[in-house]
């Protein structure tokens, strides 16, 4: 008899390890499913563009044209000196703020003369020969920008 009642206690406690040990793994598989298709679901979004198409898409607006901001009060202009960097033949926007119509100097090869009047006034400069430029505002002598065309 100590042996069925030891057969027993044994099935007993087996019963309960399977028991306790099934209730932790069924919550395991549970929360695995539930992490996984979101962890996979976001890398499926992510690559929904094809690479050549993102590459496409960012590499387009990325190259904007350079730019020139001049605002000019009275006597007082700025920017003094501005450092801009261009390949010859790129397009470099020019954007005045002035409270007077005047005119910038471009003293390039040919020399470039940009009009503006009292506002806001937008305009394109392309340099066409290599070399460094001044860029200067006429009435003050203001030296705007130097440009270094390549």
């Known amino acids: 008899?100590?042996?069925?009642?030891?057969?027993?206690?044994?099935?007993?406690?087996?019963?309960?390890?399977?028991?306790?040990?099934?209730?932790?793994?069924?919550?395991?598989?549970?929360?695995?499913?539930?992490?996984?298709?979101?962890?996979?679901?976001?890398?499926?979004?992510?690559?929904?563009?094809?690479?050549?198409?993102?590459?496409?898409?960012?590499?387009?607006?990325?190259?904007?044209?350079?730019?020139?901001?001049?605002?000019i009060d009275g006597p007082n202009v700025q920017p003094n000196a501005q450092e801009i960097e261009l390949e010859t033949g790129e397009k470099l926007m020019i954007e005045i703020q002035s409270d007077r119509a005047g005119e910038l100097h471009v003293h390039s090869t040919p020399e470039q003369y940009v009009e503006f009047d009292a506002g806001r006034t937008s305009a394109q400069l392309v340099i066409e020969t290599p070399g460094s430029v001044e860029v200067e505002e006429h009435d003050t002598s203001a030296v705007v920008a130097l440009i270094e065309a390549r």
């Open 1 to 71: 008899m100590s042996t069925l009642v030891r057969s027993t206690k044994t099935l007993a406690a087996l019963v309960a390890a399977t028991t306790v040990l099934a209730a932790c793994s069924s919550s395991e598989p549970t929360s695995e499913p539930t992490t996984e298709p979101t962890s996979s679901a976001t890398p499926s979004i992510t690559p929904t563009p094809t690479p050549s198409d993102t590459a496409t898409a960012e590499e387009e607006p990325t190259p904007a044209a350079p730019e020139l901001l001049v605002r």
